[in-house]
């Protein structure tokens, strides 16, 4: 009887100790004094994701979102230090304050909206619809009935689901989701899925990879969305200064010089 | 392409193994020690030592790994993740350990505790010299399984954002595109765990000495 009353007690104190701290994080603060007092802000990116964060063959990071960042931070006076995270953990890690901004290919959607401040976009990315070269789909239309891949919580996936009378047409009535985008490229060649929805900046790149001849792109895709920098909500100054440093990158030739470096527009 | 993805494969290999190396050293010696506790505590401490091993074989390492490093900061308590990965591993590790002594400890004679006794010996010096030495030896076969579990669950700080191998494995996938990579990890798992069932074999042969 009196040990369950312990345990009894040592639960309820859990739990009151964690229904108390859930409003800490909500009252957050800006802070943009604290990182330039820190003198450096984090980047959370994820190094999976060929060509915007990568790792070279001397395992440092590369691509163009790092060019980019880096660009902005010669801007800002500030130094950027890169943090590897799994992506399906960024949201949280933005608002532990694990990471100071998610910048890697990140797409600006409607729920994303809710939870982390947008800077003004500086990508356009449309959700490209692949198939291998000799299938028979053409347009969006003959998706239905096919087993179609996607990443697993990426925009990609957001695009499929929003047209909601295709999605639910598809095989199993909905896409097939898969880890990482380069999983999607592999189970469309095995021959399970019959098409593909990968953003186009990523899968430019890959197909250059594999040989562009062995795939085709439709000319329906699932529309265009745009990469932006994710920060905290809290964060006003850091996203001030942020637009302001990547308006300078676009007027001074930078950016334009990191499209053709990455992109050969 | 082999020696494009080889230095970052190599790189998370480090990483993998250097959680393994220190997880073992931190979650062996404390299993004797806390399962030593278990075993003199009085009836107060038992059920808190049932429930922590509940705990520990109860739910997925990998949410113990994100609960300590995601969920810990809004009790007040900030690790690092190096910190947060050595504590979820150790932690849940030690837990498996102190059963599997738990069962060999049973399987040693209670005549060797009892001459122990008889001879004025302290509870100590009878479960660490005597107790406990045999037990190891009965319990050789279990903890190389878990040596070797050990070294695949490292796979699991991926959700912490660490480049452990699996993980450098798939970013050179992506870097590369092709699926050649995850041959070479796969390869080096296999070298890693056959070195070290080499080791754990060994290890039995030198200390069965009757």
Known sequence: ?265 | MIRQILPSLLAGAGVTLQVFALTLLLSLPLACLLQAFQQFSGRLLKPLFRGYITLMRGTPLLLQLMFIFFGMPYLGLTFSREASILIAFTLNYTAYFIEILRGALGAVDPGQAEAGKMLGFSRRTIYFRIQLPQALRNAMPAIGNEVLNLVKDTSLIYVLGASELLKAGRSAVNTYATALPFVVVGLLYLAMCGGFSWILSRIEKRISYY
């Open chain 1, 1 to 265: 009887m009196k040990s369950r009353k312990v345990w009894m007690s040592l639960i309820s104190l859990g739990l009151l100790m964690m229904s108390g701290c859930q409003a800490k994080t909500t009252a957050q603060q800006d802070s943009y004094s604290t990182l330039q007092a820190r003198g450096k802000v984090v980047v959370g990116i994820d190094d999976t994701f060929a060509p915007m964060g990568f790792r070279d063959e001397n395992n440092e990071l590369t691509g163009y979102d790092i060019d980019m960042a880096q660009a902005v931070s010669e801007k800002l006076g500030l130094t950027f230090e890169f943090q590897t995270i799994d992506w399906s953990m960024k949201e949280t890690e933005l608002n532990a304050g694990n990471i100071d901004l998610i910048w890697n290919g990140y797409s600006i959607t409607e729920t994303r909206k809710q939870q982390v401040a947008f800077s003004e976009p500086y990508l356009e990315n449309r959700q490209l619809i692949i198939t291998l070269a000799d299938s028979a789909i053409m347009t969006k239309d003959d998706l239905a009935g096919q087993s179609v891949a996607v990443q697993k919580e990426s925009s990609a996936l957001e695009a499929v689901m929003a047209e909601a009378e295709l999605a639910a047409k598809l095989k199993n009535g909905a896409p097939e989701e898969f880890d990482t985008n380069i999983d999607c490229f592999m189970d469309l060649e095995a021959g399970r899925s019959q098409a593909i929805v990968v953003d186009e900046v990523l899968a430019r790149y890959v197909m250059k990879q594999r040989g562009l001849d062995k795939y085709k792109v439709l000319d329906d895709n699932f529309g265009t969305e745009q990469y932006a920098v994710g920060m905290r909500k809290s964060d006003a100054t850091l996203l001030s200064k942020i637009n302001e440093a990547m308006q300078a990158c676009v007027e001074d030739g930078t950016q334009a010089a990191l499209n053709a470096k990455w992109f050969g527009e």
